[in-house]
């Protein structure tokens, strides 16, 4: 049976799919790539079928159509077989919301939670770090050449400096309190990265906001301490 179009649609069928597949190669999600790959493909084989008679081309859209429809699937029953916890779910929404669970789900197995006591040094300054921590509970000190410089709070990032350079750690982190963290292996966590970009990117992103706020502190902090030696300079002229 003989179907017949008129020109506006076969031009819009047709470059709707180049457009789509356009659009998801910029997607950084690959749930939403994969989403917007499919409709590319449905528009592209309508278009080799009814305007081309293309059974080539019909034929490989349908082939890429149905693998990223299976790709799609896998993602959702990973997503539905995973369990979180409580303190995983908070994690993951504090942390690594950008991500499936099942991609938390890996992230987590490559580390532990812990706890320590107050005055238990998380990093010691110039050493390497052999986790990154992240911070559930709890405040710590951080001191650089034992001079107190700030402080991390819960949903604080430690060791993110040294994770990325590779040389010792930049300061000193000390619990002020009872703390519990949750701390992935270095080595477990670079190789995790190196396979999966989405969670790499992620933990990019944590780190470089978290490398910010850093930054920002310790420039307070030298700004006080200049202004502290202004005001001894000024009061010992006084004195003189």
């Not at 457009?19 to 190669?25: E, P, R, V």
């Not at 991390?152 to 990325?164: H, K, L, V």
Request: glycine share 8%.
């Amino acid at each position: 049976m003989q179907i017949s179009f008129d020109v506006f649609t076969m031009l819009f069928v047709g470059n709707i799919s180049c457009l789509l597949l356009t659009i998801s190669m910029l997607m950084t999600l690959m749930s939403t790539l994969r989403i917007v790959a499919i409709g590319s493909g449905i528009s592209g084989g309508i278009y080799d079928y009814f305007w081309l008679n293309d059974p080539v081309g019909t034929f490989w859209e349908a082939a890429f159509t149905s693998v990223n429809l299976v790709q799609i699937m896998r993602i959702a029953y990973e997503n539905v077989s995973v369990r979180l916890n409580q303190e995983e779910r908070d994690f993951h929404a504090q942390f690594l919301s950008s991500l499936a669970p099942y991609q938390v789900r890996r992230v987590l197995g490559t580390g532990v939670w812990l706890d320590a006591e107050a005055g238990t040094p998380i990093t010691s300054q110039g050493e390497m770090i052999s986790h990154l921590i992240f911070l559930k509970s709890g405040t710590c000190d951080v001191l650089v050449d034992d001079v107190s410089i700030g402080r991390c709070n819960a949903g604080s990032m430690i060791g993110e400096i040294s994770f990325r350079s590779g040389e010792g750690a930049t300061a000193t982190v000390l619990a002020r309190e009872p703390v519990r963290y949750l701390a992935l292996e270095r080595n477990a966590l670079q190789k995790l990265l190196k396979a999966d970009a989405e969670i790499s990117h992620a933990i990019e992103d944590i780190s470089t906001h978290s490398l910010e706020f850093k930054l920002a502190r310790m420039n307070r902090a030298a700004q006080r301490i200049g202004n502290n030696l202004m005001l001894i300079k000024c009061q010992s002229h006084g004195a003189i």
